[in-house]
């Protein structure tokens, strides 16, 4: 099936409906639509200040689960945007979308809508339009999602990229970057043999609990049913980028090719090894040599660290959350509070202002 929004193989949608992160619930409803069901903590992405606020309201501690109720998402945490049926008017999908989760729910949230994404057609950024007008008519308050990091191929080799940041920026790359020769750098595809031993997938598993449990947001952990199916399905185009020394594996990197660009999804690191030897900077600039050489047209490269690939050089497009919320005392807090859950917007307009 193919969706709209979709930037990511449907065998990792279906390995997610299969197995969901621990403590969800997942499940493609009658509309064709992937989503979940989880415990959400609302201060997950709020801003410092709001979060100081709460935590020092009287009792606390006492009403604190009042924060976490369970919510409905429309989308999945393995894409980068919610998908939608192509089969379904935007209008309809949301009227659906209300009748069906809205009285179940304390909290329903279509998660990661794009706001008119480089990296979509006309089409399907017309589409993620339409349902967030339709959404915002039915009730659904509007919330700033997160910046999501990319990078357009469209540089001659690493040299030339680098050539494109400030003079500060390449000497400190540049320096990270000499460690790449301590390491030794092999490119496995999902599904290869070694993923039929037990020992590695327990292996690969506790390094990416290690990047998991270091954190800022925990959000949604895997199971270990998910990463044992995510490695050993020959399906899905995935590459692993895995880094080793001295025999011994001390970082990976898991994306996939599809539709002319490499999507960037899970890492697993051992520390303090992954920091000493800058995995993070390195995979980073193998990732962008190898789109290169694939000749592929985008490095999509997730959610996080927005400060720090910025200053590696990507590029950013935005989402929104809409949010509906049961209860009608909290649904009009929540729509006097929303713009303190924008950290990411907040950021780039701050960057922006720096700049003008």
């Known amino acids: ?49 709001l979060k100081k606020r709460v935590v020092k309201l009287p009792f606390y ?54 706001q008119q994404s480089p990296l979509l057609d006309e089409i399907t950024n017309n589409y993620a339009k339409n349902i967030t007008e339709q959404l915002a008519s039915l009730g ?17 080799d690493i040299d030339d990229y680098l050539s494109r940041l400030s003079h500060s920026r390449r000497k400190n790359f540049r320096r990270k970057l000499k460690l790449q020769s301590q390491l030794v750098v ?22 990416y ?26 399906n899905t185009n995935g590459k692993i980028f895995t880094y080793s ?9 898991i994306c996939f090719e599809y539709q002319n660009t490499l999507v960037d999804k899970y890492i697993g690191f051992a520390y303090p090894q992954a920091r000493e030897f800058n995995l993070y900077y390195i995979s980073w600039f193998y990732n962008l040599a190898y789109a290169k050489q694939r000749g592929l047209k985008a490095y999509i490269a997730g959610w996080t660290d927005p400060e720090v690939k910025a200053s590696l050089g990507a590029k950013f497009t935005f989402t929104k959350h809409m949010v509906y919320v049961r209860n009608p005392v909290l649904r009009a807090i929540l729509s006097k509070l929303s713009n303190k859950f924008e950290s990411d917007r907040q950021w780039q307009d701050s960057i922006n202002g720096k700049q003008s």
């Open 186 to 207: 092999e490119v496995l595809s999902l599904g290869d043999r070694c993923f039929l031993n037990q020992q590695v997938l327990d292996h690969y598993y506790q390094l």
């Open 1 to 49: 099936m193919k969706y709209f929004n979709q930037l990511e193989p449907n065998e990792l949608i279906a390995n997610f409906l299969s197995y969901p992160p621990i403590d969800f619930a997942a499940w493609q409803d009658d509309s064709g639509t992937p989503m979940f069901s989880a415990k959400f903590d609302l201060l997950t992405t709020a801003d410092d200040d």
């Open 209 to 234: 609990l290690n990047v998991f449990e270091q954190s800022e947001i925990h959000f949604d952990l895997l199971s270990k049913p998910f990463f044992s199916q995510l490695l050993q399905n020959q």
């Open 245 to 253: 020394h001295q025999g011994k594996l001390i970082g990976y990197n």
């Open 61 to 114: 501690q006492n009403w604190r689960k009042l924060l976490q109720p369970n919510t409905c998402f429309i989308g999945t945490t393995v894409s980068e945007y919610a998908l939608f049926s192509q089969h379904l008017a935007a209008d309809l999908l949301a009227q659906h979308i209300k009748q069906q989760y809205s009285k179940k729910f304390s909290l329903t949230i279509v998660k990661d809508l794009p």
């Open 140 to 156: 659904f308050i509007e919330v700033e999602g997160q910046a999501l990091a990319w990078v357009p191929i469209d540089f001659d």
